[in-house]
């Protein structure tokens, strides 16, 4: 079976200043790894995905995430922030079949 | 082209009563999933539907919970007997299949007063 942490619950980043969103999974196969983020009151939608070879993912916004095998994480990162970044962001696996484990979240508040 | 649409996005029942909540995919998209969001507790896996295979159920809390998907299309997920916790929002999402993408609906949001 496969599990996904997500320590922080909230953090708060001035604007401009860079982030780092992390993410742990624990699985004994090998897995996909994904980011979700859902903006007020919308559905999620995805970030990036791992699903293999480069272990740097860029997605969308100017986010990019980093897959360590050795540490089991799948950070999200992105160099400066925006306003319009605050919103809760997901982090999930999945072993490759149609099931997928979302972690509980992580809310970035961008201050002005 | 449209999204996943789900309705309604706002339901408000009281204890005891039955409520349906309804899910359109996106055109095309095989697989079509039910997740529950309560407040700090992330996505909870409900249910699968994949084509015309028997769906996996194995998330369905109890048994006041069913989902059925007509025509490989729009999807019914039904809570008999509502009780206060199982006001949550209720998320919908359909991939197609083979690339990983879950494409989320924005949600219905349940209170059982």
């Known amino acids: 079976a496969q599990s996904v942490t997500q320590l922080d619950s909230q953090v708060p980043v001035f604007e401009e200043a860079p982030v780092e969103l992390r993410c742990n999974y624990s699985s004994s196969v090998s897995v996909y790894l994904f980011w979700y983020v859902q903006y007020p009151n919308q559905g999620l939608q995805l970030l990036l995905k791992y699903l293999s070879g480069s272990t740097l993912v860029k997605g969308i916004n100017g986010f990019e995430a980093e897959f360590n095998k050795s540490q089991t994480s799948f950070h999200l990162r992105k160099p400066s922030v925006h306003i319009s970044d605050t919103a809760e962001y997901f982090c999930?696996?999945?072993?490759?079949?149609?099931?997928?484990?979302f972690g509980t979240g992580t809310r970035l508040k961008v201050l002005a | 082209g449209a999204g996943v649409s789900q309705s309604p996005s706002n339901k408000v029942t009281e204890k005891g009563k039955d409520v349906e909540l309804r899910c359109d995919p996106i055109s095309g998209h095989t697989a079509l999933y039910w997740y529950r969001q309560s407040l700090g507790q992330g996505l909870e896996f409900l249910i699968y539907?994949?084509?015309?295979?028997?769906?996996?159920k194995s998330g369905l809390p109890s048994d006041r919970f069913s989902a059925e998907r007509t025509g490989g299309s729009v999807s019914t997920l039904t809570i008999q007997r509502t009780q206060q916790e199982d006001s949550a929002v209720y998320l919908c999402a359909s991939s197609p299949q083979g690339t990983g993408e879950l494409f989320f609906g924005e949600g219905s949001r349940l209170t059982v007063l």
């Open positions: 539907f994949q084509g015309n295979s028997a769906p996996d």
């Open positions: 999930a696996v999945s072993a490759g079949t149609y099931k997928y484990i």
